[in-house]
T-cell receptor
Framework: AAGVIQSPRHLIKEKRETATLKCYPI?????VYWYQQGPGQDPQFLISFYEKMQSDKGSIPDRFSAQQFSDYHSELNMSSLELGDSALYFC?????????????????FGQGTRLTVV | ELKVEQNPLFLSMQEGKNYTIYCNYS?????LYWYRQDPGKSLESLFV?????AVKQEGRLMASLDTKARLSTLHITAAVHDLSATYFCAGTYSGAGSYQLTFGKGTKLSVIP
């Protein structure tokens, strides 16, 4: 079965550089979530999209932005990278049928992108 | 705002023993999830608990949900080394506008021979 695909799997950037992380959700899933997991930490919600519109925003720095495209893939853009941005970035997708409706809302996670800022 | 607390955060147990991980959450949660994560790897969904009294079992793991006590448990029966991993519980609250997951800090389980 198709899973959530993230690319790249590993990324090394220098401080103040920019990075773009990509996420391809499970086919027909309508919701994408981005999470950041620092070393030894629990995943923290960054942002989500439902049907290509931003549906919720968490602890995402202003230096980061994200969008979901017409083919439902999503990109997380990170600028002015800082050492503290080094983390695992996960994308998850689900079939939510809208944030106010019950659906198959189990979220499936991708393999993650390990970002190292040096 | 939904808060999720797990305990213990670290658990070292011998093979063959039983133990329970506890997950308390602060407000009404639409559903409760348990995930497993191996070091540097993705989050593997173990259980989704939707209603009060829900109990699910898979192999040596059993999860339950008590919505009145705002408590979920993950019970490990006759632990084996392969169960060594970090286990996260997570809740969702649709009032936030989406089904974003709020995670507990995780329980790092080490099963020793």
């Amino acid at each position: 079965a198709a899973g959530v695909i993230q690319s790249p799997r590993h990324l090394i950037k220098e401080k103040r550089e920019t990075a773009t992380l990509k996420c391809y959700p499970i086919p027909r899933h309508d919701t994408v979530y981005w999470y950041q997991q620092g070393p030894g930490q629990d995943p923290q919600f960054l942002i989500s999209f439902y049907e290509k519109m931003q549906s919720d925003k968490g602890s995402i720095p202003d230096r980061f932005s994200a969008q979901q495209f017409s083919d439902y893939h999503s990109e997380l853009n990170m600028s002015s990278l800082e050492l503290g941005d080094s983390a695992l970035y996960f994308c998850a997708s689900s079939l939510d049928k809208g944030p106010s409706k019950w659906g198959n809302t189990e979220a499936f996670f991708g393999q993650g992108t390990r970002l190292t800022v040096v | 705002e939904l808060k999720v607390e797990q305990n213990p955060l670290f658990l070292s147990m011998q093979e063959g023993k039983n133990y329970t991980i506890y997950c308390n959450y602060s407000t009404t949660s639409d559903r409760l999830y348990w995930y497993r994560q191996d070091p540097g790897k993705s989050l593997e969904s173990l259980f989704v608990l939707l209603s009060n009294g829900a109990v699910k079992q898979e192999g040596r793991l059993m999860a339950s949900l008590d919505t009145k006590a705002r408590l979920s448990t993950l019970h490990i029966t006759a632990a084996v080394h392969d169960l060594s991993a970090t286990y996260f519980c997570a809740g969702t609250y649709s009032g936030a506008g989406s089904y974003q997951l709020t995670f507990g800090k995780g329980t790092k389980l080490s099963v020793i021979p």
